[in-house]
T-cell receptor
C-alpha cells in the first residue's frame, strides 16, 4: 500500500527565506508526483506536476524535484512571501489517475 | 477561472437527513471523476472513482450505501451522503480528469457539518 509522508508537518519562516518541503513515498512505482497548495477552507491548486521520467519541474519561485529510486520529492520555495502561507500537499499518482496524498505541510511566512 | 465547480461550498444538515454535493466539469467532458474526503488536519483520502454511465468504484472501507455516487452525464457527478451523522462532517472534494489535456482539476470542495 502506497504511503506518502510529508515533513515537516508545520513550518514558520520569516519573509524572504528560502525553504524546502519534503515528501517521501513507499512505493516507487508511480506515474507522476504532484504538489498542491491548499488555502484554508478552499480547494486545491496544482503547483507542479512531475512525470515519473522527469527529475524536476520549475515554475517561478517554485522548484520540485523527484527521486523515484529513493522515494523522495522536495518542493523548494525561493524568497518566500506572506502570500505563500498555505498548506502544501504532495500526492503520488498511481493507476487510473488516483492520487494518494500526504498529510501536508502547513507553511506560515511571517512579514 | 474554475474548471471544476462544486456545489454547495458549505452545508449544514441535521442528523439522519441526506445531503447531495455536485461536481461539474465546466470546460471539458469527464468520463472519470474522483471523490475525496479530508478530516481536519488529515490528508485527503480517496473515497471512490465515479465513472460516467456505470457504477462507481469505492475504496476499501467506504460504504457504498452511505455515500451514493451518480455520474449520469459527462459533466456532472453527485455524491449523496445518506442518513448523515456528525462523524460524516468533513471536507469533501472532487476532481475530474480532462482526458484531452491529460490534466486533473480539483473542485473548491464542500464543507459538510452534520448537527
Amino acid at each position: 500500500k502506497q504511503e506518502v509522508t510529508q515533513i515537516p508537518a508545520a513550518l514558520s519562516v520569516p519573509e524572504g527565506e528560502n525553504l524546502v518541503l519534503n515528501c517521501s513515498f513507499t512505493d516507487s512505482a508511480i506515474y507522476n508526483l504532484q504538489w498542491f497548495r491548499q488555502d484554508p477552507g478552499k480547494g486545491l491548486t496544482s503547483l507542479l506536476l512531475i512525470q515519473s521520467s522527469q527529475r524536476e519541474q520549475t515554475s517561478g519561485r517554485l522548484n520540485a524535484s523527484l527521486d523515484k529510486s529513493s522515494g523522495r520529492s522536495t518542493l523548494y520555495i525561493a524568497a518566500s512571501q506572506p502570500g505563500d502561507s498555505a498548506t502544501y500537499l504532495c500526492a503520488v499518482i498511481r493507476d487510473g489517475n488516483k492520487l494518494v496524498f500526504g498529510a501536508g505541510t502547513i507553511l506560515r511566512v511571517k512579514s | 477561472g474554475a474548471v471544476v465547480s462544486q456545489h454547495p461550498s458549505w452545508v449544514i444538515c441535521k442528523s439522519g437527513t441526506s445531503v447531495k454535493i455536485e461536481c461539474r466539469s465546466l470546460d471539458f467532458q469527464a468520463t472519470t471523476m474522483f471523490w475525496y474526503r479530508q478530516f481536519p488536519k488529515q490528508s485527503l483520502m480517496l473515497m471512490a472513482t465515479s465513472n460516467e454511465g456505470s457504477k462507481a468504484t469505492y475504496e476499501q472501507g467506504v460504504e457504498k450505501d452511505k455515500f451514493l455516487i451518480n455520474h449520469a452525464s459527462l459533466t456532472l457527478s453527485t455524491l449523496t451522503v445518506t442518513s448523515a451523522h456528525p462523524e460524516d462532517s468533513s471536507f469533501y472534494i472532487c476532481s475530474a480528469r480532462d482526458e484531452v489535456g491529460n490534466t486533473i482539476y480539483f473542485g473548491e470542495g464542500s464543507w459538510l457539518t452534520v448537527v
